[in-house]
C-alpha cells in the first residue's frame, strides 16, 4: 500500500526545526533570550532543507519534464529562502539592539520567493488553457485575493500604522498578502485548472502551508512588545517544511498519474463564499472606526464587481453551450431527413411532407422513378460507380424539376418527384426521361442508364403509403413494358396486382392443402413413337380458379420462394411414382422419369443433398432420374453450374430444356454435364417453326451428337412434323402428337397396353 509519503531523514529535520522554533517562540513570550541569534539558526536550515528536498524531486527522472520545472523553480526559491531567512536574522540581532524591523533586502528576498513560487504555479500545465479559461481563474484568483486581504486586514493589519513603525517598511504586508496569494491561488489553480501531472496533494500541502505562514506572519502587530522575538521564527521554518514535505510526497508518490479531474463547473460556489465572508467582516465592523468601514466597503464593492463579471461570463458560456448544442440538433435534425449521397430529402422527410401536402387537401401528383439497370452497374462496374450514378441522377432531377416539384431519394436507385397540380406533368417527366437517360461520365466509365416512372394523382382518403404504393405499382408496369418510360397508374394495375398478390399467398398453402398435383407426359422414340419416359408436369387445382398450369403460378413461386418446397414436392411425389410403378409392373414401367427444376431450387445449396437422399432413401437408381434445368436457370444462380456436377455425380441425369429460347449459348453446354438437350417447341410447331427453325433444327441434331449428347424434339403436334424430325436424325420426341401431359394412370395405360392415348389426355 503506498503511504501518504514516505519519512525520509530530511523530512523530519525539518519537522524537529519547526518544534524548536515553535519551543523557543513561546519560551520567548515570558523570557527574554540573552543570545536572540540562536533562534534564527534553524531557518536557514530549514529553508536549505526545503531545497535539497526540492532538488531531489527535480531530478527525478520518473517524472515529466514540466513536474521537474516546477521543483527546480522551488529549489531556487529555497536559496532565496534561505538568504533571506538569513538577511532577516541580520536585520533582527545584527544590531546593537534586538529589532523587529525587516530590511529591504530581505523584503526583497522573500518577495522573491513568492515571485519564483507563483512564477513556478503559473507554469504549470493545465487541462484548460483557452482565454475564458484563464480570465475566470483570474477573476477567481483576484477574489480570493479581496477577500483574504479584507480578512487579513480585519484580524491584523488595519494597526499597519503600527506595522509600519514596528517593521519599518510596507514590505513585510506586502509579503503576507503574496503568501495568502500563493496559498488561495494554488487551491483555485488546481481545484479549477488542473496541475499536469503534478503530485496533487504535493499541491495542496504548499498551499496549506503558504495561508499557514501567511496567518503566522500576520500576527506581528501582537508581538510588538517583544522585540527579540518575530513573526519570521514561526512563519518561516512552517513555510519551508511545507515546501519540504510536498516535495518528499512528489518525490516518493513518482509519476503515479494524478486523479482525473471533474470538469470544472462553470458556475462555482466560490462567488458566493467569497460575498459571503466579506459581508460577515462588513456587518462585524464597528461603526466607530471610519477607515476600517470604508476598507471593508471598498472590499465588498470590487468583490461584488468581480461576481458580476464572473457570472455574466458564466452566463455567455453557458449561452455559447446552448448555441453550439442548437447547432448539433440542426444538423443531427438534417442528417436524420436527408440523404449523404445525393443531399436530397429523405424517405421519412419526404412521407412528412407527403402528409403535411395531404392535410392541406389540394391535388397533386406523385412520381416514382427507379434506375432500369442499375443492379447491373453495381455489378459489373461497382458500387463506387454505382454510387457515382445516385449522385448524378439526383443532381440531374433536381436541375430538371427544379421549382416545379420536390425532389427526394426513396433508397437505393428510386427517387420520387412530388408535382403541384397545374402544369403539365407529362411534359416534365419525358424531360425527367431524357434527362436522366443522357450518358455520364463516371471514373473513366461512360454510363447510360434509363429509368422507369410511375406516376398517380391524390385521390380523396390518401395517405402516403397508399400514395408510394400506386406509384410503385405503375413503375413496375412502365418496367415490364421495357423501362425507359413513364406510366400512369391505372385500376386495371391494381387489380392485377391484388390478385397477383392473393393468388402467391395461396400457393404458399397449396402443397399442405393437397391442391398440388402432376401430370405426366410421355417421351416416346422416333420414328415408331413408343413411349421410353415421361415428364413429370406440375398443376394446381384451385379450389376457385379450377386446374392451373405452371405458367399461372411458377413464376409467382419462384418470386416468393415457395418453388423450392413446391419443387421438392413434385420431386418426392415423382419419386413415389416411380417407385410404384417399378413394382407393380416390372419392365414395363416408364423407364426413365423427368422433373423441371428451377434456378430457385438449384440456389439452394442443400438441393443435391435432398435428391440424393430421396433416391438413396427408395432405393430408385439415380439415372432413371432425369432433372430438366433451363439455360436461363442456369446462368442466373451463381452455384447453378457446381450443382449440376455435383448431381451429375450422383449419376442424375441432366436435360437442357427449352433449348434455343435464352441466350443459346453453346458454350454452356462444355461447362455444363449436360446428357440432353431438349429443342424447344417454338422451333418445332411454334412462332419460329417453318424455314428459320428447321435449320435450326437441324444444326442442333449434328451438334449434339458431336457431344454425345441425346436430342429431344419438343412440341411435336403433327405426323409431318415428326417425320421431318426423324429423318433430321432426332431419336426422341414429346408432344401433343404422342400424347398430352395426362394422369399417372392413363400414362401407365399407355405403357402397358401401348395404346395410342392422344385421347387420354387431362
Ligand atoms: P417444359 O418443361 O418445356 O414443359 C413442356 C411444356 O410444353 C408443357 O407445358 C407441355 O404441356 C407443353 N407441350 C407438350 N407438348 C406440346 C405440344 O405438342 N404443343 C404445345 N403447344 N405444347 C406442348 P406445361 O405443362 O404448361 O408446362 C409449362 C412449363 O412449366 C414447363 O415447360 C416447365 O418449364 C414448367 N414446369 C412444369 N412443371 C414444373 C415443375 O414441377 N417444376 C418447375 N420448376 N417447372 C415446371
Ligand atoms: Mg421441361
Ligand atoms: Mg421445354
Known amino acids: ?38 533562534g534564527w539558526v534553524p531557518l536557514p536550515v530549514g529553508a536549505a532543507l526545503a531545497g535539497i528536498a526540492c532538488l531531489r524531486a527535480a531530478r527525478d527522472q520518473r517524472l515529466d519534464a514540466g513536474t521537474r520545472r516546477f521543483w527546480r523553480h522551488l529549489s531556487v526559491a529555497s536559496a532565496f529562502f534561505t538568504a533571506g531567512s538569513v538577511s532577516n536574522a541580520v536585520d533582527a540581532v545584527g544590531g546593537a539592539m534586538p529589532s523587529q524591523r525587516i530590511g529591504p533586502v530581505t523584503v526583497a528576498l522573500y518577495l522573491a520567493v513568492l515571485g519564483l513560487v507563483i512564477w513556478a504555479l503559473l507554469r504549470l500545465p493545465s487541462w484548460q488553457r483557452s482565454r475564458a479559461d484563464w480570465i475566470r481563474f483570474g477573476l477567481d484568483a483576484c477574489m480570493v485575493l479581496v477577500t483574504l486581504g479584507a480578512l487579513v486586514w480585519h484580524l491584523s493589519l488595519r494597526d499597519h500604522d503600527r506595522w509600519m513603525a514596528q517593521t519599518g517598511s510596507a514590505g513585510p504586508m506586502l509579503a503576507i498578502m503574496l503568501s495568502a496569494f500563493v496559498g488561495v491561488a494554488t487551491f483555485v489553480k488546481v481545484g479549477f485548472a488542473g496541475a499536469g501531472r503534478l503530485d496533487r496533494q504535493a499541491i495542496h500541502i504548499l498551499a496549506v502551508g503558504a495561508s499557514i505562514a501567511a496567518s503566522l506572519g500576520g500576527m506581528s502587530p501582537f508581538i510588538s512588545d517583544y522585540v527579540h522575538l518575530s513573526s519570521s521564527l514561526l512563519a518561516v521554518p512552517v513555510a ?10 512528489q518525490w516518493s508518490n513518482g509519476d503515479r498519474t ?27 465592523t464597528g461603526t466607530g472606526d471610519a477607515t476600517e468601514t470604508t476598507t471593508m466597503q471598498i472590499a465588498a464593492v470590487v468583490l461584488t464587481a468581480l461576481v458580476v463579471v464572473r457570472q455574466i461570463l458564466a452566463l455567455r458560456d453557458n449561452q455559447r453551450l446552448v448555441d453550439e448544442l442548437r447547432d448539433y440538433q440542426t444538423k443531427l435534425t438534417h442528417q436524420a431527413t436527408h440523404d449523404s449521397l445525393t443531399g436530397l430529402a429523405n424517405r421519412s422527410r419526404m412521407e412528412q411532407h407527403l402528409a403535411q401536402l ?23 462496374l461497382g458500387h463506387h460507380v454505382g454510387d457515382l450514378l445516385i449522385g448524378v441522377t439526383g443532381r440531374r432531377l433536381t436541375e430538371v424539376v427544379g421549382g416545379r416539384g420536390s425532389v427526394s431519394r426513396l433508397g437505393g436507385d428510386e427517387f420520387t418527384i412530388v408535382i403541384p397540380d397545374g402544369g403539365d406533368v407529362e411534359v416534365l417527366l419525358r424531360k425527367v426521361i431524357r434527362a436522366v437517360g443522357a450518358p455520364a461520365e463516371l471514373a473513366g466509365h461512360t454510363v447510360v442508364t434509363a429509368a422507369s416512372v410511375g406516376v398517380t394523382t391524390t385521390r380523396p382518403g390518401d395517405v402516403p403509403a397508399e400514395l408510394l404504393r400506386r406509384a410503385d405499382v405503375a413503375m413496375y408496369a412502365a418496367k415490364n413494358a421495357g423501362g425507359n418510360a413513364w406510366h400512369w397508374f391505372d385500376a386495371a394495375m391494381d387489380r392485377a396486382a391484388d390478385a397477383e398478390a392473393r393468388l402467391a399467398a395461396e400457393l404458399r398453402r397449396a402443397p399442405a392443402e393437397g391442391q398440388l398435383t402432376v401430370l405426366y407426359q410421355p417421351i416416346v422414340t422416333l420414328p415408331g413413337g413408343s413411349p421410353i419416359g415421361a415428364e413429370v408436369l406440375l398443376r394446381w387445382r384451385h379450389p376457385e380458379h379450377g386446374l392451373l398450369g405452371p405458367d399461372a403460378f411458377i413464376p409467382l413461386a419462384e418470386n416468393n420462394g415457395s418453388i423450392v418446397e413446391i419443387g421438392d414436392w413434385v420431386l418426392r411425389e415423382a419419386v413415389r411414382q416411380s417407385v410404384d410403378w417399378r413394382r407393380r409392373l416390372g419392365d414395363r414401367a416408364p423407364g426413365r422419369i423427368s422433373v423441371n427444376v428451377s434456378a430457385r431450387q438449384l440456389e439452394d445449396p442443400h438441393f443435391v443433398d435432398r435428391v440424393a437422399a430421396l433416391l ?15 439455360e436461363t436457370a442456369v ?15 450422383l449419376g442424375v441425369r441432366i436435360a437442357l430444356d427449352d433449348f434455343g429460347t435464352g441466350h443459346s449459348s453453346l ?8 446428357d440432353v438437350l431438349k429443342v424447344d417447341k417454338s422451333f418445332v410447331s411454334g412462332a419460329t417453326a417453318g424455314q428459320a427453325g428447321e435449320i435450326i433444327v437441324r444444326n442442333l441434331i449434328g451438334f449434339t451428337s458431336d457431344f454425345a449428347i ?34 399417372a394412370a392413363a400414362l401407365e395405360d399407355l405403357f402397358t397396353n401401348r395404346v395410342p392415348t392422344g385421347a387420354a389426355a387431362a
Not at 263 to 276: D, F, H, K, M
Open 358 to 380: 395531404l392535410g392541406e387537401r389540394g391535388r397533386f401528383h406523385v412520381a416514382l422513378l427507379d434506375l432500369d439497370d442499375f443492379k447491373t452497374v453495381n455489378d459489373r
Open 1 to 38: 500500500m503506498p503511504r501518504y509519503f514516505r519519512v525520509h531523514g530530511l523530512e523530519l529535520a525539518g519537522a524537529l526545526l519547526v518544534v524548536l522554533c515553535a519551543a523557543w517562540f513561546f519560551a520567548g513570550l515570558t523570557h527574554t533570550y540573552a543570545h536572540p541569534v540562536i
Open 258 to 284: 494524478p486523479a482525473t479531474r471533474r470538469v470544472s463547473q462553470r458556475i462555482s460556489v466560490l462567488p458566493y463564499a467569497a460575498v459571503a465572508i466579506t459581508d460577515v467582516l462588513l456587518l462585524s
Open 240 to 249: 519551508a517544511l511545507t515546501i519540504n514535505l510536498a516535495a518528499a510526497r
Open 616 to 630: 438413396t432413401g427408395n432405393d430408385v437408381e439415380p439415372d432413371r432420374l432425369m432433372l430438366e434445368v433451363t
Open 635 to 649: 446462368l442466373a444462380a451463381d452455384l447453378a453450374v457446381a450443382q449440376l456436377h455435383r448431381l451429375k455425380a
Open 667 to 674: 458454350s454452356l453446354l462444355l461447362d455444363c454435364p449436360v
Open 710 to 743: 441425346d436430342a429431344v424434339a419438343e412440341g411435336v403436334e403433327t405426323e409431318a412434323q415428326a417425320a421431318q424430325l426423324s429423318e433430321a436424325g432426332y431419336q426422341f420426341a414429346q408432344g401433343y402428337l404422342f400424347g398430352r401431359p395426362m394422369t
